[in-house]
């Protein structure tokens, strides 16, 4: 149980377009997903906590006009990156957290996905 | 600010070795997670820790949990090389419902034959 999706896995874009990564929880009703950016050898930073019909909480630095936020149901949640540049390559991975007695909140982790933007 | 220190950042050791990671933190947590990452993958969970003097084990691997020092470690008995890999540890913050992790560093485990 307690499986998380994301798609697609790797994506690579011209400079400019915008791409969109989708987040599900498979198997569980998810209160909340995060969003997280991870650079080659480096730790996850988040970027973005997002509740199923509100408007998603960023991080301090985090553009949201550059990173959009949708968390349409409780099982999926979409990543935008808006007008993307080569610095906005990185590896990017979603977590979904069940509210829920004894889940002690955890986060559950997609496979995440790779993003190169020539 | 939460702040999350682990160390050391990278470790090479041979195969049969034991060795600790450790993990400090800054202000009050309720939670201790530790992930281990594949390159090119996602993290996978490892244990989590939920109270004061907490110990876990999975195979070669123990984690421990001292929250009045604010410190969490993992142990490595008789390292085989399927260990290598990036260990993280994330905190969680005290805010309740799904709240917010902050992750260490990375300690990037090499083990040699």
């Known amino acids: 149980g307690a499986v998380v999706s994301q798609h697609p896995s790797r994506v690579i874009c011209k400079s400019g377009t915008s791409v969109k990564i989708e987040c599900r929880s498979l198997?569980?009703?998810?209160?909340?997903m995060f969003w997280y950016r991870q650079f080659p050898k480096k730790s996850l930073m988040l970027m973005a906590t997002s509740n199923e019909g509100s408007k998603a909480t960023y991080e301090q630095g985090v553009e949201k006009d550059k990173f959009l936020i949708n968390h349409a149901s409780l099982t999926l949640s979409t990543l935008t990156v808006t007008s993307a540049h080569p610095e906005d390559s990185s590896f990017y991975i979603c977590s979904a957290s069940i509210l829920a007695a004894l889940s002690y909140n955890e986060q559950f982790f997609g496979p995440g996905t790779r993003l190169t933007v020539l | 600010e939460l702040k999350v220190e682990q160390n050391p950042l990278f470790l090479s050791m041979q195969e049969g070795k034991n060795y600790t990671i450790y993990c400090n933190y800054s202000t009050t947590s309720d939670r201790l997670y530790w992930y281990r990452q594949d390159p090119g993958k996602s993290l996978e969970s490892l244990f989590v820790?939920?109270?004061?003097?907490a110990v876990k084990q999975e195979g070669r691997l123990m984690a421990s949990l001292d929250t009045k020092a604010r410190l969490s470690t993992l142990h490595i008995t008789a390292a085989v090389h399927d260990l290598s890999a990036t260990y993280f540890c994330?905190?969680?913050?005290?805010?309740?419902?799904?709240?917010?992790?902050?992750f260490g560093t990375g300690t990037r485990l090499q083990v040699t034959l």
């Open positions: 994330a905190v969680a913050g005290l805010t309740g419902t799904a709240s917010k992790l902050t």
């Open positions: 820790l939920l109270s004061n003097g």
């Open positions: 198997d569980f009703q998810a209160t909340t």
